[in-house]
């Protein structure tokens, strides 16, 4: 099926926030494979930990998780900044990941055999 590049739907909005409630959801019960779901294979992943800067690949995502588990208490709110019909930006506010920690998230996205998937993560993480 091919993707109808001139229109842009209250649905296609809906989808987005779909496939980001998928990474929420992946998070707050530490699966990784769920996590595996949201994201493009080859996507990407930048922001500081600190005094670091965790760059490249998104299995650092699944080591983090892997690492820290599951977040139950994890508080979240979800934002699209922008969407066409094939891309879109979402902001991702979290509170109390599995390490207690409170990061704001932008995820690019881009829709692929009608179906949306993250290619990159850029986060910031708060000091507390």
Do not use: C
Request: net charge negative; hydrophobic share 40%.
């Amino acid at each position: 099926m091919s993707v109808n590049k001139n229109i842009n739907t209250v649905q296609d909005y809906e989808d987005v926030l779909v496939a980001m409630e998928g990474y929420v959801h992946g998070l707050k019960t530490g699966n990784v494979a769920e996590l595996k779901k949201t994201f493009h294979q080859d996507a990407i992943m930048y922001g500081h930990l600190g005094n670091d800067l965790s760059q490249g690949s998104i299995d650092n995502l699944y080591t983090y998780v892997e690492k820290f588990g599951a977040a139950p208490n994890i508080k979240t709110n979800l934002t699209v900044l922008h969407k066409t019909p094939t891309t879109a930006v979402v902001r991702i506010e979290m509170e109390h990941d599995a390490a207690d920690e409170d990061f704001t998230d932008y995820h690019s996205l881009i829709k692929i055999n009608d179906e949306w998937k993250v290619i990159a993560k850029l986060f910031h993480l708060y000091t507390k």
